[in-house]
């Protein structure tokens, strides 16, 4: 018994021999705990050997044994206990107290809708960690219709190869995004395009086996379709009607508009989304495609208007654009694009 607090009840019970099992006193009935006062609570902290806080108890208005029952570990560090082992310590002491109280283990005591929150902390915190800290859009390298559209008319779109230049340029851009990730890890969507697979071969020479989580090629990041083979003659009128029309909505013949291509991307980011929440996609998420790609997918990524997608200049070859992860989970586009006012 503390000293001062022993004459507030007077005799005190029996002490237990083992500081595991609960003396048996009257004083230990379930309907008699839920009564406890103040002088009760101290003699139980005697009988625990932790007599040592009781004032932090008084201090605290913790003078009641449906008090004492409702308390939990943070309950303790508010109230001062500092070392984890008292704090242990006390907790099991007080489940124990509630076992005789016919309470299961915090039960009906726990605060819902704090633990509802704390629940939803940890459920974000953990979503936050499962996120790639980055999302970066890539455009391929110089490829030979970059350099010579004629080639459009005899080649299919998907078989064109980069160049040799457009070789050293890919690499020069995937040293810039080791840069950008450092020793992170990375997971790497490829359009099937061939000069997008040839892009991809080149940038990732910049990075080690350890850093490179997989690699996925996936269809639906493909080029807009602008018909199986461009004649020059009808694709210098089709150029024509898509400027009075606008990118977006102006479809080639047996090919996509604009709008078409951003049906492609709202499928592809259900599998990106459901990619990141299983936390597949590593710290950095890289996507290599094209241009016109790429602006839809900033557009529908971050509902910009169509208006502003009109306003977006094209990405030219290997340029980048990196989206970061905020602390509310939202993505913030940090690399700043060119746009018509």
């Not at 004459?7 to 005190?12: C, F, I, M, Q, V």
């Not at 005789?100 to 039960?107: F, I, T, Y």
């Not at 605060?111 to 704390?118: T, Y």
């Amino acid at each position: 018994m503390a000293e001062g607090l022993a004459n507030e009840r007077g005799p005190s019970p029996t002490h237990r021999q083992n500081s595991n099992v609960l003396p048996p006193s009257s004083r230990y009935v379930e309907e008699a705990i839920f009564g406890w006062k103040w002088a009760d609570i101290a003699e139980w902290l005697s009988e625990q050997g932790l007599s040592n806080h009781a004032q932090r108890f008084l201090n605290h208005k913790i003078c009641s044994g449906r008090a004492l029952l409702r308390m939990t570990e943070e309950h303790l560090k508010e109230i001062g206990v500092v070392t984890v082992g008292e704090r242990l310590e006390m907790m099991d002491a007080i489940d124990r107290l509630r076992g005789r109280a016919g309470v299961s283990r915090l039960g009906a005591f726990v605060d819902a809708p704090s633990l509802l929150e704390q629940l939803d902390l940890l459920r974000a915190d953990k979503e936050l960690k499962m996120l790639p800290r980055r999302i970066i859009l890539v455009r391929h390298a110089q490829s030979e219709g970059n350099v010579d559209s004629a080639l459009y008319s005899s080649i299919p779109d998907s078989k064109l190869n980069i160049t040799e230049f457009g070789k050293s340029q890919a690499y020069a851009a995937g040293v810039r995004l080791h840069d950008v990730v450092g020793n992170e890890t990375v997971t790497f969507y490829v359009s099937p395009f061939q000069r997008s697979s040839q892009t991809y071969q080149q940038v990732r020479l910049a990075f080690s086996d350890e850093q490179v989580v997989w690699h996925r090629e996936d269809p639906r990041l493909r080029e807009q379709e602008w018909g199986n083979f461009q004649d020059p003659q009808v694709m210098k009128l089709a150029m024509e009607h898509r400027r009075k029309v606008g990118a977006f909505y102006y479809r080639f013949p047996t090919g996509e508009s604009g709008a078409d291509v951003f049906d492609r991307v709202s499928m592809f980011l259900e599998t990106l989304y459901r990619d990141m929440h299983r936390g597949l996609c590593g710290q950095n998420t890289i996507i290599i495609s094209h241009g016109l790609f790429c602006r839809v997918f900033l557009t529908r990524f971050f509902r910009w208007s169509i208006e502003k997608f009109h306003k977006l200049w094209n990405f030219e070859n290997c340029q980048y654009a990196i989206l970061e992860l905020q602390p509310d989970k939202y993505f913030k586009l940090i690399t700043e694009l060119k746009s018509d006012p």
